[in-house]
């Protein structure tokens, strides 16, 4: 028997206008990766969020990404790494005041979007990204796509991380995602997806479009919050793996 952690990208609203089911996800999920008002989110939609997180027993993790409402953070960005690591610095200290003034402590960061993509590619960018969070919290957990640029840059670091993997989201053979403009690179069907989560954990390894197998430490299952039907996915991707006998845990 194995565990696995099950997390989403929430807490994407912007003043009133709603992105996803928040409050419905956080029955389902044991980690919450909170947008810290970059690419989503403003100081009241993450207060809330945070303190429903933490009132169900959520782990709380900061979700910074670009600058970038208009394109909820999915277009790249060409900003200096003195920009980036601003810009990582601001958005993780008001994610840590808004855990603490919700009662609880940032556990965990994640990277949006574009800023996820090109660090997954740039050894350098993801090393500019994790140093700049781990300087203000040295104890994070560094959410990673294995087999990717990231993979190598928490290993040389020393940090604490967890490898993880997509469940609404196709793969590329070298263990990126595919583009979310490309046929079949987002996933919907919940029966689907949980069989398929199921077969990666099994194999101990991402399974590429093409069907090619990358073996990688996998700790945690990820659930957009704002993918259509994400919780009925999450619903029934939690079943399926709990009646597998695979335990669902935080981090």
Same mark, same amino acid.
């Given at each position: 028997m194995r565990k696995v952690d099950l997390n989403s +990208? $929430?807490?994407? &609203?912007? &003043? %009133?206008?709603?992105?996803? +089911?928040d409050a419905g996800l956080l029955e389902v999920i044991t980690s919450a990766n909170i947008a810290c008002g970059f690419h989503a989110? +403003? %100081?009241?939609?993450? =207060? =809330?969020?945070?303190? #429903?997180?933490q009132a169900r027993g959520v782990g709380l993790g900061?979700?910074?990404?670009?600058?970038? #409402?208009?394109?909820?953070?999915?277009?790249r960005l060409a900003l200096s790494h003195r920009e980036i690591r601003n810009m990582i610095t601001y958005q993780?200290? =008001?994610? !840590?005041?808004? *855990?603490?003034? *919700?009662? &609880? !402590?940032?556990?965990h960061l994640k990277l949006h979007g574009a800023l996820s993509n090109m660090a997954c590619e740039d050894a350098e960018l993801a090393? /500019? @990204?994790?140093?700049? *969070?781990?300087? $203000?919290? %040295?104890?994070?957990?560094?959410?990673?796509?294995? !087999?990717?640029a990231m993979d190598? /840059?928490?290993? +040389?670091?020393? @940090?604490?991380w967890a490898g993880e993997i997509f469940a609404d989201r196709a793969y590329n053979d070298d263990a990126t995602l595919m583009d979310r403009k490309a046929p079949g690179s987002v996933l919907h069907d919940p029966t689907e997806i949980a069989a398929r989560m199921l077969e990666m954990l099994r194999a101990g390894a991402i399974i590429a479009q093409s069907g090619k197998h990358i073996p990688c430490r996998i700790d945690t299952i990820c659930v957009h919050g704002d993918t259509a039907g994400?919780?009925?996915?999450?619903?029934?991707?939690?079943?399926t793996l709990e009646a597998a006998q695979i335990t669902i845990a935080p981090l």
């Open positions: +990208d $929430i807490g994407e &609203g912007f &003043g %009133p206008w709603v992105m996803g +089911d989110g +403003d %100081p009241d939609v993450m =207060a =809330a969020t945070m303190a #429903l997180a900061a979700h910074p990404g670009f600058p970038d #409402l208009q394109g909820f953070g999915r277009r993780l200290g =008001a994610a !840590q005041a808004m *855990a603490r003034a *919700a009662g &609880g !402590q940032l556990r090393r /500019v @990204c994790f140093e700049a *969070a781990l300087r $203000i919290q %040295p104890d994070l957990v560094i959410l990673v796509q294995p !087999q990717t190598q /840059v928490v290993r +040389d670091l020393g @940090c604490a994400a919780l009925s996915v999450a619903r029934t991707l939690r079943q």
